[in-house]
Nanobody, 124 residues
Framework: QVQLVESGGGLVQAGGSLRLSCAAS????????MGWFRQAPEKVREFVAA????????YYADSVKGRFTIYRDNAENRVYLQMNSPKTEDTTVYYC?????????????????WGQGSKVTVST
């Protein structure tokens, strides 16, 4: 059974830094794309960042480009989201997800497995 477990969320001051972590288990994730999305209440789930299996291709939403960094540790089946200089508008729940292959890494419906979410609150 595949499980994705996020950690590292919490309260952070605007301009500070926070790192989200996602541990994947239950199968081999060789060749899988790993990504982060976020969703505010009553809003559509929004793409944040994604990385290909080898890490050679990374993708970012314009809203986080230059501030957030996604990277993965395939030996540990983990993906991270380093959030630098967060803004109050980054406050929401963040989800990690994995997708077979690299079909459309920006599209939520292309992902096969999801974590339960980790709340991030950015204060002024």
């Amino acid at each position: 059974q595949v499980q994705l477990v996020e950690s590292g969320g919490g309260l952070v001051q605007a301009g500070g830094s926070l790192r989200l972590s996602c541990a994947a288990s239950g199968r081999s994730f060789s060749g899988y794309t790993m990504g982060w999305f976020r969703q505010a209440p009553e809003k559509v789930r929004e793409f944040v960042a994604a990385t290909s299996w080898c890490g050679g291709s990374t993708y970012y939403a314009d809203s986080v480009k230059g501030r957030f960094t996604i990277y993965r540790d395939n030996a540990e089946n983990r993906v991270y989201l380093q959030m630098n200089s967060p803004k109050t508008e980054d406050t929401t729940v963040y989800y990690c997800a994995v997708a077979r292959g690299n079909r459309s890494p920006l599209v939520a419906t292309m992902y096969d497995y999801w974590g339960q979410g980790s709340k991030v609150t950015v204060s002024t």
